[in-house]
C-alpha cells in the first residue's frame, strides 16, 4: 500500500520550485539586458 508524502514534502517541493524560480528569473533577466544592449549599440552604429 502507497503512503501519502511525508509533511517535509510540503515544504521541499515548493523550497526547491521558489529557487529554480529565482535562478530562471535572474539568469533571464541578465540575459535579457545583454540582448537589449547590443541591440542599442547595433543602432548607434
Do not use: N
Not at 541578465?30 to 542599442?40: L, T
Amino acid at each position: 500500500m502507497i503512503g501519502l508524502p511525508g509533511p517535509e514534502h510540503f515544504i521541499f517541493i515548493p523550497s526547491v520550485l521558489l529557487i529554480g524560480i529565482t535562478i530562471g528569473w535572474t539568469l533571464g533577466s541578465r540575459a535579457a539586458r545583454e540582448r537589449i544592449e547590443k541591440q542599442r549599440l547595433r543602432a548607434r552604429e
